[in-house]
Nanobody, 120 residues
Framework: QVQLVESGGGLVQAGGSLRLSCAAS????????MGWYRQAPGNQRELVAA???????NYADSVKGRFTISRDNAADTLYLQMNSLKPEDTAVYYC??????????????WGQGTQVTVSS
């Protein structure tokens, strides 16, 4: 069974830092693009940052210069380093990955989400 499991969320004061992790497990042949999304109450889910299998990245304008996305392909793990956090970064953060398998169709998978709360 394929799983994406996030960790690293929590409560932090404005200006602080957190590092999110997302570990993929299961009978995965390869992991394609990966990304972090977030959803605040009453808002739609939005892309925060994405990274291709080759390491190319893109970021939402609101997090450029503060957040860094990275991946460890050997460990099938995605990271999001979040610095200079602001109260408006408060949301549930979700990991997303495009996965391919030796058998079966490739698919787009989501983690269960991890809460990030930034206090002012």
């Amino acid at each position: 069974q394929v799983q994406l499991v996030e960790s690293g969320g929590g409560l932090v004061q404005a200006g602080g830092s957190l590092r999110l992790s997302c570990a993929a497990s299961g009978s995965i042949f390869s992991i394609n693009a990966m990304g972090w999304y977030r959803q605040a109450p009453g808002n739609q889910r939005e892309l925060v940052a994405a990274i291709t299998s080759g390491g190319s990245t893109n970021y939402a304008d609101s997090v450029k210069g503060r957040f860094t996305i990275s991946r460890d392909n050997a460990a099938d793990t995605l990271y999001l380093q979040m610095n200079s956090l602001k109260p408006e970064d408060t949301a549930v953060y979700y990991c997303n990955a495009g996965l391919s398998f030796l058998r079966g169709r490739p698919g787009n998978y989501w983690g269960q989400g991890t809460q990030v709360t930034v206090s002012s």
